[in-house]
């Protein structure tokens, strides 16, 4: 889809959204399956969804999905939201992967995606001058003050698709052990650390060695990676949030992608935190991961724990299973 491409879908295209009995919700689609569901349960509850699309990113899938579509480049951060004011928008939501290692460090970020003059007002302070500060929370909540500036409320795609965030449990593949159980809690700790200096969200790990970490390139290369570097596989990729997560943006995401990649890097089980991971396409995903072996486990935050005392050091009363000192069922689901 080429950029600028305005897209309205048949049913809608000779109506306006705002001569609708109720404002149409706005949304921000990057790369992946999850801006498709958010729109989806949107339209299945009745919603009107108007969305600026990411060109190189978005799927085309939207275009049949939603009311009004705008393909545009991440860079023209005015046109967004004059679009979004068009239409009648008033909350946004924001779904989908951005590739920022392609994005700020493929060449000059100025000249490749021609930011227009609200974008340069908004994320200059951010790439710019002595105390730049590129980071996902520092650019996001810039975009965030912006789009509040204009009358536009940014709200989590979790509070429109909750059925998406995981709750605990057993959700496929085969069940835990003594050692998977170690490995999760040493992960675990060092990737909350990670996730609080703003670095990833995701280790892999295997008898308590960290293999690879997730940086700007994302979770995807990192597996990539932990392949090239653990010939003999068997190891665990943990995913978590931000010990302070915003919910409104970069949310932990698997699918089923997630899961065909670890078994061709040669993992053996995905642990993740319960009511804070989405799986998208989950039938799919959990249906993937039986028939590879790959266990899925979604464990709820643990104690604070510092790196200097692991979690895998044994307990007073000896007992060193996983959080709350239960081990997750597999769910009906």
């Known amino acids: 889809m080429k950029t600028g491409e305005y897209h309205p879908s048949a049913p809608t295209a000779n109506r306006p959204c705002d001569q609708q009995s109720e404002r149409p919700v706005g949304l921000i689609a990057g790369w992946g399956r999850f801006p498709v569901q958010v ?20 799927s085309e899938e939207l275009n049949h999905v939603c009311d009004q579509v705008l393909w545009s480049g991440v860079g023209r951060m005015g046109r967004h939201l004059r679009f979004f004011r068009r239409q009648n928008v008033q909350q946004v939501t924001m779904a989908g992967k951005l590739f920022k290692a392609d994005l700020l460090y493929s060449g ?11 974008c340069i007002r908004t994320l200059a302070p951010c790439l710019l001058g002595k105390n730049r500060d590129a980071r996902d929370d ?41 050692q998977l159980d170690q490995d999760i809690q040493s992960g675990w700790v060092i990737a909350k650390n ?44 943990v995913k978590v949030s931000k010990p302070d997560q915003d919910m409104r943006f970069d949310v932990p995401t698997i699918g089923p992608q997630t ?7 040669g993992g053996k089980a995905i642990a993740i935190e319960a009511d804070k991971t989405i799986v998208v396409d989950q039938q799919k995903t959990y249906a993937l991961a039986d028939s590879f072996g790959i ?10 724990c510092s790196l200097q005392a692991r979690c895998t050091d044994p307990a007073p009363d000896g007992n060193n299973d996983l959080p709350n000192a239960t081990k997750p069922e597999r769910s009906a689901a």
Not at 46 to 51: I, S, T
Not at 295 to 304: F, T
Request: proline content about 5%; glycine content about 10%; hydrophobic content about 40%.
């Open 39 to 58: 729109a989806q349960t949107l339209k299945n509850n009745g919603k009107q969804v108007v969305a600026v699309a990411i060109t190189g990113h978005a």
């Open 108 to 118: 000059s970020v100025w000249l490749r995606h021609l930011p227009d003059l609200t």
């Open 138 to 178: 520092k650019l996001l909540s810039a975009i965030t003050e912006t789009y509040t500036r204009q009358g536009l409320q940014i709200f989590p795609a979790t509070d429109i698709a909750p059925d998406l965030l995981v709750p605990e449990g057993h959700l496929a593949g085969p069940s835990s052990t003594k």
């Open 194 to 237: 990670m996730g609080g200096l703003d670095i990833g969200q995701a280790i892999t790990i295997k008898d308590g060695i960290v293999i690879a970490v997730e940086a700007i390139e994302g979770t995807d290369a990192c597996i990539e990676r932990t392949g090239d570097l653990c010939k003999r596989g068997g190891w665990t990729l």
């Open 259 to 265: 899961v065909q990649r670890v078994r061709t890097a």
């Open 295 to 304: 266990s899925i486990l979604a464990l709820r935050d643990q104690p604070k």
